[in-house]
């Protein structure tokens, strides 16, 4: 599997040399479990309390890209030390099929919060429609007036600060034209791609130009004027650039390549990535299909160290059956009362130590909202002069921007009660285990960690003392499987199989046999 590597180092503490440790370790545990890094992204000196980390959001942007299926850090904490923050970036990364590794936590600080992040994901639409409304109610505004939202500015366009309006851009609006006429024409992307490269040319940010970013270019309707935004659609809202017929002839080119067999291949998905592991070598177990002799296509998890023969021995586990023990063990575990009463205890108390924006901004709501009581009493008593009136106008205008950012806040960082927790834990005991989606949403919510060995499966859940082992046996009885089932059987194997068989049958015949 494809991963990158983010390293950060925060303070004056730190130096470069931690930044270089934490590739070395992160580029060790790659290898050790069978990962490719095929790129690195760096923060120097910032923090993990704050978005604004330039090389973690263009990390952020890439996952869209399908180029790697593995965030690996060093520790969790380099990715975020806040929980909302991680859960929110999580979330964008998972929907984007990529997962964040610790290369140094199997087990990770703090288990529970795993637990919580995956609750903030469940919950986040549902508990912030009402305060995105609020909150968007300006952007909308904005949008209908054409104005730009942020985001990105595309090639082509510059942003007229004064209006904040997208205008042609003179320099680069060419090369727009020029990517969609060669495209249109036959050309590939990779050949246009290559072509720009090699005579210069760069992206606004400076880099290089790449097919993912032209994709994308080549798809964005902004480029017959049309302006976007959530449910507000202005056609000519937007200066135009590319004209109509030839857009629509390359998004025809793109619809035809799109459809092309070599494109229709289905991605299995594999449960336990990242979170299965040899019982022998402690590597991490990968994803791996083979066909059999009669064309059927196996799926299964094979140990890093054994596929790369580094001493390790533990044969192949075939993905449905291991993928199944967990979800049925893991359902038959966590859902204990007990356990989920502890674990919601545990959780609502994180979330008061964790959230300290919140609390701040409402006193100082409070402390507003009670000197503007004070003013309006002196008022009532006969005291009103320029400076008063003045001092309420402030006062006024400073309580809407502090409900504004209590509410910002609360969007970001929702408080979630008893009550709505007890309701999220319940929709696991009424799940459907064959529901692809549910294996999904379970594992990833209360599995950690699953080491195989030869006898017996350790499995880690995310909760204090959350560890089960299992036996074989028991697995068997429970399951009618075969923990030592292996992958497909080799092609000496099958000649051999079939070369045994055609000996039985010809020894057994009555009837002459012609080979």
Same mark, same amino acid.
């Not at 910032?46 to 790697?68: C, G, N, V, Y």
């Not at 291949?265 to 990968?286: A, Q």
């Not at 204990?336 to 006193?363: C, F, G, H, Y």
């Not at 504004?404 to 609360?410: D, L, R, W, Y």
């Given at each position: ?363 100082? %709501?409070? @402390? *507003? =909202? /009670? &000197?503007? !009581?004070?003013? #309006? ?94 036996? %074989?046996? @028991? *697995? =068997? /009885? &429970?399951? !009618?499987?075969? #923990? ?32």
């Amino acid at each position: 599997m494809n991963a990158v590597i983010y390293a950060r180092y925060s303070s004056d503490s730190q130096r470069e040399e931690s930044i270089e440790g934490q590739l070395r370790e992160c580029r060790e545990y790659a290898e050790r479990n069978g990962m490719i890094v095929v790129g690195t992204y760096i923060d120097r000196a910032l923090s993990a309390k704050t978005a604004d980390r330039p090389e973690f959001q263009h990390m952020i942007k890439d996952s869209a890209k399908e180029l790697f299926e593995v965030v690996l850090v060093w520790k969790l904490d380099r990715f975020s030390r806040d929980r909302y923050d991680s859960a929110h970036y999580k979330h964008i990364l998972k929907k984007n099929g990529v997962k964040v590794v610790s290369a140094k936590e199997h087990i990770s600080e703090g288990p529970e919060g795993i637990i919580l992040e995956a609750m903030l994901e469940g919950y986040a639409e549902f508990y912030s429609a009402e305060l995105s409304e609020k909150i968007h109610r300006g952007q909308k505004e904005n949008a209908l007036k054409g104005k730009n939202n942020g985001g990105g500015i595309p090639l082509g366009y510059l942003l007229d600060k004064k209006e904040q309006k997208l205008v042609v851009d003179p320099v680069t609006s060419p090369l727009v034209i020029e990517v969609f006429e060669r495209y249109a024409s036959g050309e590939t992307v990779r050949s246009i791609v290559e072509d720009f490269n090699t005579r210069g040319l760069r992206t606004r940010k400076g880099h290089a130009f790449n097919i993912n970013s032209f994709g994308s270019l080549l798809k964005n309707r902004k480029y017959i004027g049309e302006y976007r935004y959530q449910d507000v659609v202005i056609a000519g809202g937007v200066p135009a650039i590319v004209p109509e017929n030839l857009f629509y002839r390359v998004q025809e080119r793109m619809e035809k390549n799109r459809h092309a067999p070599a494109m229709s291949k289905v991605k299995e998905d594999y449960l336990l990535t990242t979170k299965l592991f040899c019982g022998k070598c402690e590597r991490m177990m990968v994803g791996e299909s083979g066909k059999s002799h009669t064309g059927v296509m196996h799926y299964y998890y094979k140990c890093g160290g054994a596929k790369r023969r580094q001493g390790c021995d533990k044969k192949a586990v075939r993905k449905d059956w291991i993928e199944r023990v967990v979800v049925r063990l893991t359902m038959q575990r966590v859902m204990d009362e007990e356990k989920i009463n502890r674990l919601i205890d545990a959780i609502l108390v994180m979330q008061e130590q964790e959230d300290t924006t919140t609390p701040a901004l409402r006193s100082q %709501l409070a @402390e *507003t =909202e /009670s &000197a503007i !009581s004070n003013l #309006l009493k002196a008022i009532e008593q006969g005291i009103f002069t320029p400076s008063t009136k003045q001092r309420l106008e402030e006062l006024e205008a400073q309580k809407e921007e502090i409900l504004v950012n209590v509410q910002t806040a609360e969007l970001q960082k929702p408080k979630l009660t008893r009550e709505q927790m007890t309701a999220w834990f319940e929709q696991f005991r009424h799940g459907d285990p064959k529901n692809r989606d549910f294996q999904k949403r379970l594992i990833d919510t209360f599995v950690n960690s699953v080491y195989v060995f030869d006898d017996k499966l350790v499995l880690t859940y995310n909760y204090q003392h959350g560890t089960q082992t299992i036996s %074989l046996e @028991e *697995t =068997e /009885s &429970a399951l !009618s499987s075969d #923990l030592r089932c292996g992958s497909p059987p080799s092609r000496r194997k099958l000649r051999l199989l079939a070369t045994a068989f055609f000996k039985l049958l010809r020894a057994h015949s009555t009837a002459p046999f012609c080979g």
